[in-house]
């Protein structure tokens, strides 16, 4: 199985970057591992989860989304390694810039 890496931000991730990355690595057969810059749960943009913004559809799905385990327990960036991983991604939103850099 192939791995990869996903780094979120801890200060807002967009919820719709988050998703369909994670639903297009898992559907691939990756084995997936969250991490955040300190290993806090990573907090979703509440605009992107706000149905007037992504719609209703998008929001439900959002909000379903902070109910993965992965998101539960990320593992800390600094204990992570992309030589580990055959891939990784930084899904935006504000936050990415705030925590991540």
Do not use: C, K, Q
């Not at 369909?20 to 997936?32: K, Q």
């Not at 990320?74 to 030589?83: C, K, M, N, R, V």
């Amino acid at each position: 199985m192939r791995d990869a890496l996903i780094v979120v931000s801890e200060e807002g991730y967009w919820g719709e970057e988050l998703l369909e990355t994670l639903e297009g690595l898992d559907d691939a057969g990756f084995d997936v591992e969250i991490a955040t810059p300190s290993g806090r749960y990573p907090l979703v943009d509440p605009r992107s989860a706000d149905p007037n913004e992504v719609g209703a559809l998008m929001a439900e799905r959002v909000e379903e989304l902070e109910d993965d385990p992965r998101l539960e327990d990320p593992t800390p960036l600094h204990e992570t390694s992309a030589d580990d991983v055959d891939a990784v991604v930084f899904p935006g939103g504000h936050g990415t810039v705030w925590d991540v850099n």
